[in-house]
């Protein structure tokens, strides 16, 4: 029986392109505050797991994207469901005033951000 899109695992990357000479605070910000969250949800079975990058040669010049993570969910249902994300931060940043505090800064450093829901193409069939 093929399983319906919404039961089976959903990858989404979620590029991030930060503003010149700011990367590693970008990329501190990101360890301190989001991977916290990322690995309980996968603790929690919401994400099956999750990938970061960063290219390794510059290109043509043009760097689209500086950090890219791929985070695959358990299904479609886990990527647009919140319910229950606001008590975990909580938990995991009881100094909530200096969070949001952080997570404004990470957000400025960065001149784009964007997420692209990917769709499987299967080769074989």
Known sequence: MVQKPTEQP???????????GHYEEFL?????????LLKAEQEQ????????YQPTFHG???????????IVYK???AVIDQSGREELLRRLFPDQERFQAEERRRFELL?????????PVPLDR
Do not use: C, Q, S
Not at 10 to 20: G, N, P, Q, R, S
Not at 45 to 52: T, Y
Not at 60 to 70: C, K, L, P, Q, S
Not at 111 to 119: F, G, I, Q, R, S
């Open 10 to 20: 959903y990858a989404v990357a979620y590029y991030y392109k930060v503003k010149w």
């Open 28 to 36: 501190r910000l990101f360890k301190k505050n989001h991977w916290p």
């Open 45 to 52: 079975g919401r994400i099956l797991r999750v990938e970061a």
């Open 60 to 70: 043509e010049g043009r760097a689209d994207w500086h950090f890219m993570t791929v």
């Open 75 to 77: 299904n479609w249902n």
């Open 111 to 119: 001149e784009a951000h964007w997420d692209v829901p990917l769709t």
